[in-house]
């Protein structure tokens, strides 16, 4: 027990760390992403178009500019992604009581439901894997992660880069909302 003890304390080297930092962002992308995608193929699903109906989801109901917006991607781009969502059944497209002349993306029950219970599956195996760490050792993951976050995110310009929006689930305790409120002493709105 305690040469584990001293092995878990040894410091890595910078090149080491690094190395470290990026095996662990392959394991949550295979632990953690890798099943929910592996759903979604089984469903024949695209990434794009889970990454489109989990915004809708978030933003209900967004434009499709919102939508090609959040996702990065073409006007065109989000018509045809919309196209194919909405012949598979899992989108509708809707008028804006407030401006005819846009539509609104929404979800269907079956678009809604696939996506809660992907999402809810993802969580699930993150929470299995936080579970099996001594806590301890996942109150250091999460400071490590905020303090490398906070390290890394110089300017307000990073942290839209890689802002999650989370729209109306958007925590108000968010790293990255910290971080942009200390960077310019803005609130970050719901995006």
């Given at each position: 027990?305690?040469?584990?003890?001293?092995r878990?304390?040894?410091p890595l080297?910078?090149?080491?760390?690094?190395?470290?930092?990026?095996?662990?962002?392959?394991?949550?992308?295979?632990?953690v992403?890798?099943?929910?995608?592996?759903?979604?193929?089984?469903l024949?699903?695209?990434?794009?178009?889970?990454?489109?109906?989990?915004?809708?989801f978030?933003?209900?109901?967004?434009?499709a500019?919102?939508l090609?917006?959040?996702?990065?991607?073409?006007?065109?781009?989000v018509?045809?992604?919309a196209?194919?969502?909405?012949?598979k059944?899992?989108?509708?497209?809707k008028p804006d009581?407030?401006?005819?002349r846009?539509?609104?993306l929404?979800?269907?029950?079956?678009?809604?439901?696939?996506?809660?219970d992907?999402m809810?599956?993802?969580?699930?195996?993150?929470d299995?894997i936080?579970?099996?760490?001594?806590a301890s050792?996942?109150?250091?993951?999460?400071c490590?992660m905020k303090?490398?976050?906070?390290?890394?995110l110089t300017?307000?310009?990073d942290?839209?880069?890689?802002?999650?929006?989370?729209?109306?689930?958007h925590q108000?305790?968010?790293?990255?909302?910290r971080?942009?409120?200390?960077l310019?002493?803005?609130?970050?709105?719901?995006?």
């Amino acid at each position: 027990m305690e040469g584990k003890e001293e092995r878990a304390t040894i410091p890595l080297d910078d090149a080491l760390l690094l190395t470290t930092a990026k095996l662990f962002c392959s394991a949550l992308i295979v632990a953690v992403t890798g099943p929910a995608l592996e759903e979604i193929a089984k469903l024949a699903l695209t990434d794009v178009q889970f990454a489109a109906l989990r915004y809708i989801f978030l933003h209900d109901p967004p434009a499709a500019s919102e939508l090609a917006e959040g996702l990065g991607i073409s006007g065109a781009a989000v018509t045809k992604l919309a196209d194919r969502l909405e012949r598979k059944g899992l989108i509708a497209r809707k008028p804006d009581p407030g401006d005819r002349r846009t539509l609104r993306l929404v979800l269907t029950d079956e678009g809604r439901s696939i996506t809660e219970d992907i999402m809810r599956r993802e969580q699930g195996r993150f929470d299995e894997i936080l579970e099996r760490m001594p806590a301890s050792s996942r109150e250091a993951l999460e400071c490590g992660m905020k303090d490398f976050l906070k390290a890394s995110l110089t300017s307000p310009k990073d942290i839209e880069r890689i802002c999650l929006r989370c729209g109306w689930a958007h925590q108000p305790n968010c790293p990255g909302s910290r971080i942009y409120e200390s960077l310019t002493g803005k609130t970050v709105s719901r995006v």
